[in-house]
C-alpha cells in the first residue's frame, strides 16, 4: 500500500488514513471515482457524529451481530469496492465467525472490477467468494441498476443480507423480497439507513473490527438469547438517537 506522509500526531490523522486507503483502492480498480465521492458524503456524517462509535451504534453492532450468527438460511456479506479497499480482513473474519458467505456485488459492475476484488478477498483467506462473472446470473426484481444481479446460491436465496454503504433502491428491494436487511451508513437520514432492518451509524472502519469482536463475543450463546436481542432492536428509534447526537454538536 502507499501509505504516505501523514504525520500521526495530526489531528485528523485517523480519517486523512482511510482517504489514503480509498485513493490506493481506486489506483489498484477495487474503487470507482464515485466511490470516493460517497465516502465524501460520509465522511461529512462522521464529522457531525464525533468521528467515535456512538452508545447507538454499539446497540445497532450488538444486534446485527446477534441476526447474523442466528440466519439459518446462509447469511451473505455483500461487498463493493469502498468495503474492499476498508476492510477486506475483517470482512473474511466476519465470514468465518458467522458462516455468512461472501457475495461480490458493484452499483458499477465490470468484470475486471469484480475479479480484482475478488482476489483482494482471497488475499485475506476468502474462499468461494459469490456472484463473480457468469455467477450472478440472479436478478432481484425491479431494480434497474446493475446491482440488481446477484448470485442465485448467495443473496438471492439468503435470509440475511449485510450490505456496508448500500444505494437505498437496492436495500428497499431486499427489504421487500423478505430478507433481513443488515447496513452500516454514517448518514441516519439515507434511504438505505431507513429501509435496513439494523443500520449501525458509524464508520465503516469502526463499525466492522467491533462487529467482528461482537460476533465473536456471541458466538455459542444459545439461539433464544440472540433472539431476544434482535427483537428488542428498534431501528427506527436508533436512527432518532443517532440523529439527536448530530443535532446536539455545540460550539
Ligand atoms: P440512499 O441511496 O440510501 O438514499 P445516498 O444516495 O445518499 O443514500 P449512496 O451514495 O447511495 O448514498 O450510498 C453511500 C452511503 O454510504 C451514504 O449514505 C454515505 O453516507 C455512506 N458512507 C460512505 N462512506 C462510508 C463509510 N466509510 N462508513 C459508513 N458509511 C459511509
Ligand atoms: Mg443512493
Known amino acids: 500500500m502507499t501509505i504516505t506522509t501523514i504525520p500521526a500526531d495530526h489531528p485528523r490523522a485517523k480519517s486523512l488514513h482511510t482517504r489514503e486507503m480509498l485513493v490506493d483502492g481506486f489506483k489498484r480498480n477495487l474503487v470507482v471515482a464515485e466511490g470516493l465521492i460517497a465516502h465524501g458524503r460520509g465522511e461529512a456524517f462522521d464529522y457531525l457524529i464525533g468521528e467515535r462509535t456512538s452508545a447507538a451504534a454499539k446497540k445497532a453492532i450488538r444486534a446485527a451481530a446477534a441476526a447474523l450468527l442466528l440466519s439459518n438460511k446462509k447469511a451473505v456479506l455483500s461487498v463493493n469496492g469502498n468495503a474492499a479497499a476498508l476492510c477486506p480482513k475483517e470482512i473474511v473474519e466476519l465470514s468465518k465467525i458467522t458462516g455468512a458467505a461472501i457475495e461480490v456485488n458493484l452499483f458499477y459492475r465490470t468484470e475486471e472490477r469484480e475479479y480484482a476484488i475478488k482476489a483482494e478477498l482471497e488475499k485475506h483467506g476468502a474462499r468461494n467468494v459469490l456472484g463473480v462473472g457468469p455467477r450472478a446470473s440472479?436478478?432481484?426484481?425491479?431494480?434497474s441498476s446493475e446491482r440488481r444481479r446477484v448470485d442465485p446460491d448467495g443473496i438471492f436465496s439468503a435470509d440475511?443480507?449485510?450490505?456496508?454503504?448500500?444505494?437505498g433502491d437496492r436495500t428497499e428491494a431486499l427489504a421487500r423480497m423478505g430478507k433481513t436487511v443488515i447496513t452500516v451508513d454514517l448518514n441516519p437520514l439515507s434511504r438505505t439507513a431507513k429501509a435496513a432492518?439494523?443500520?449501525?451509524?458509524d464508520n465503516l472502519v469502526r463499525a466492522m473490527p467491533a462487529l467482528v469482536q461482537e460476533a465473536q463475543a456471541l458466538k455459542g450463546k444459545d439461539a433464544k438469547s440472540l433472539e431476544r436481542m434482535v427483537r428488542a432492536f428498534d431501528n427506527k428509534k436508533n436512527l432518532a438517537q443517532s440523529l439527536k447526537k448530530i443535532r446536539g454538536g455545540a460550539l
Do not use: Q, R, S
Not at 440472479?138 to 431494480?143: Q, R, W
Not at 440475511?160 to 444505494?167: K, S, W
Open 160 to 167: 440475511t443480507v449485510f450490505v456496508p454503504l448500500e444505494d
Open 138 to 143: 440472479a436478478k432481484i426484481p425491479e431494480l
Open 197 to 201: 432492518h439494523v443500520t449501525m451509524v
